[in-house]
């Protein structure tokens, strides 16, 4: 998969243990791993949004709750180093709503809205398909090479260490719209295990890099905000994309994501693009 080893740098130096670390209830410690490609000093997005989604799974006061959605607005760029949260739950019968508030210093960074669904059997008929029977083709296991988009940084970062990558569809050296199979390779949280909705956002911000239209080298394509909607948890390790970008000369776009496991569709996802020359 990717290089180099999960758990050392280019040189062969240790890696931090998780991405983000817990340093008290409400206060957190970003490492390298969740550097993203526009700034050295600030995260990718896929970082905090999965951090934003252990936030609210830790919140539901008992089990069988799943995300239905996450919206995060990325006000400003997320820092590495320390940070802090907070967040407010709203319970209701078969839903509940969690507020969620990043700061960095007294500055707020990132503004999370996430909708939890209580789990609940519900008999359907047999000839009912529960979800579209499209699949992302070729699945993980007929994929070979990585996913290299031009114009990144290399070394250590969420996009070059914490996920590995395959490419599924497309050329990811030319413009166009793009597929492929992501998987975390960190712990997102020290101590804990990454859930199958924390996989889900993580690779869900990669949208806009996959499908990426004009050269990062030139011009920066970052995206102000992200919405996933899940129906279902991914099964499995990988997290599948089939993304495409949309832009205009006023400096905006839109990235649009589908989103899969090796069984199928999962959801969907989209990013509200701020373009600009370099």
């Known amino acids: ?19 983000f670390a817990r340093r008290a209830e409400d206060l957190w410690d970003a490492s390298v791993l969740a550097r993203g490609p526009w700034d050295p000093r600030a995260q990718h997005g896929g970082a905090p949004c999965a951090l934003f989604v252990h936030i609210a799974e830790q919140a539901m006061a008992e089990p ?37 508030d990043l700061l960095s210093g007294d500055k707020l960074v990132a503004r999370a809205q996430v909708l939890m ?11 009912v398909p529960l979800w579209s029977p ?9 994929c070979h090479e990585p996913l290299l988009i031009g114009g990144l940084p290399r070394g250590v970062s969420f996009y070059g260490t914490t996920m590995d990558t395959l490419n599924a569809q497309g050329d990811p050296s030319r413009p166009g719209p793009g597929s492929a199979w992501f998987r975390t390779a960190m712990p997102m949280v020290e101590g804990h295990q990454n859930s199958p ?6 690779a869900a911000d990669f949208g806009n890099g996959l499908s990426w239209v004009l050269p ?17 948890p991914p099964m499995g390790e990988w997290v599948g994309l089939q993304s495409q970008t949309q832009m ?22 989209a990013q509200t693009l701020v373009l600009r020359e370099r």
């Open 197 to 202: 909705a924390m996989r889900a956002v993580a």
């Open 64 to 100: 069988g709750w799943q995300l239905g959605r996450l919206t995060v607005e990325l006000i400003r760029p997320v820092p590495l180093g320390e940070l802090r949260t907070r967040c407010a739950t709203e319970p209701a019968r078969s839903t509940a709503r969690v507020a969620i």
């Open 248 to 269: 205009d000369a006023s400096g905006a776009g839109i990235a649009m994501s589908r989103l899969f496991d090796e069984r199928g569709s999962i959801g969907i996802a």
């Open 216 to 232: 990062a080298e030139r011009y920066l394509f970052t995206n102000a905000d992200i919405s996933v909607h899940l129906f279902r």
């Open 117 to 127: 669904l209580r789990q609940t059997e519900v008999p359907l008929p047999g000839d």
């Open 134 to 142: 499209d699949r992302l083709l070729p699945p993980p296991s007929e």
């Open 1 to 19: 998969m990717n290089a180099p080893a999960p758990h050392t740098d280019d040189h062969g130096e240790p890696l931090p243990a998780a991405v």
